[in-house]
T-cell receptor, first 117, second 116 residues
Framework: AQTVTQSQPEMSVQEAETVTLSCTYD???????LFWYKQPPSRQMILVIR??????QNATENRFSVNFQKAAKSFSLKISDSQLGDAAMYFC??????????????FGTGTRLTIIP | EAGVAQSPRYKIIEKRQSVAFWCNPI?????LYWYQQILGQGPKLLIQ????????DSQLPKDRFSAERLKGVDSTLKIQPAKLEDSAVYLC??????????????FGPGTRLLVL
């Protein structure tokens, strides 16, 4: 079974600075997807960024980018120019590339990000 | 485009009572998921539907939980009877398909259940 580990329960960063959230995963599959979701206090899970394992290029979405190291099974999220609205729980999630009944997301335990004004 | 809708947003019940949650996925999304998120943890899949058929319910406690997706659109999740450990947020998610860059899951706002 796949596992996702987020070793940083809490992180904080000064507004406008850069912060990196860590995620590692364990899998024997070669085809899969990785996601970062943001969950603010309202509890709505919002997709931040996604990465296909077959792509070598790291995904970017405006101020958000990932460092995907497939061999090391590492998938970190970098947030540049941090804003107050970035404060939330961030979850790393894994999805198998198998499309035959194994599409569920496996989540890590989350990292609570605090933005310091 | 409207997002995933869920109701109610909050529910408080006593143990051994029953409760039902409703989810309306994004229009046209064939796949629907119910996740349970216990405080301090990441969400865990309870059940996955493809249209109105069950794809994965291996983590669903079938002695007390049931779910259906009639007509392949809306879905309800029921707990009967509830236990204290069922206190959690129940998240519904949907995806357009299960492959081909359409597998991204979009989540609703969740239903927070407190069992006393």
């Amino acid at each position: 079974a796949q596992t996702v580990t987020q070793s940083q329960p809490e992180m904080s960063v000064q507004e406008a600075e850069t912060v990196t959230l860590s995620c590692t995963y364990d899998t024997s599959e070669s085809d899969y997807y990785l996601f970062w979701y943001k969950q603010p206090p309202s509890r709505q899970m919002i997709l931040v960024i996604r990465q296909e394992a077959y792509k070598q290029q790291n995904a970017t979405e405006n101020r958000f980018s990932v460092n995907f190291q497939k061999a090391a099974k590492s998938f970190s999220l970098k947030i540049s120019d941090s804003q107050l609205g970035d404060a939330a729980m961030y979850f790393c999630a894994y999805r198998s590339g198998d499309n035959f009944g194994n599409e569920k997301l496996t989540f890590g335990t989350g990292t609570r990000l605090t933005i310091i004004p | 485009e409207a997002g995933v809708a869920q109701s109610p947003r909050y529910k408080i019940i006593e143990k051994r009572q029953s409760v039902a949650f409703w989810c309306n996925p994004i229009s046209g999304h064939a796949t629907l998921y119910w996740y349970q998120q216990i405080l301090g943890q990441g969400p865990k899949l309870l059940i996955q539907f493809q249209n109105n058929g069950v794809v994965d319910d291996s983590q669903l406690p079938k002695d007390r939980f049931s779910a259906e997706r009639l007509k392949g659109v809306d879905s309800t999740l029921k707990i009967q009877p509830a236990k204290l450990e069922d206190s959690a947020v129940y998240l519904c998610a949907s995806s357009l398909a299960s492959s081909g860059n359409q597998e991204t899951q979009y989540f609703g706002p969740g239903t927070r259940l407190l069992v006393l």
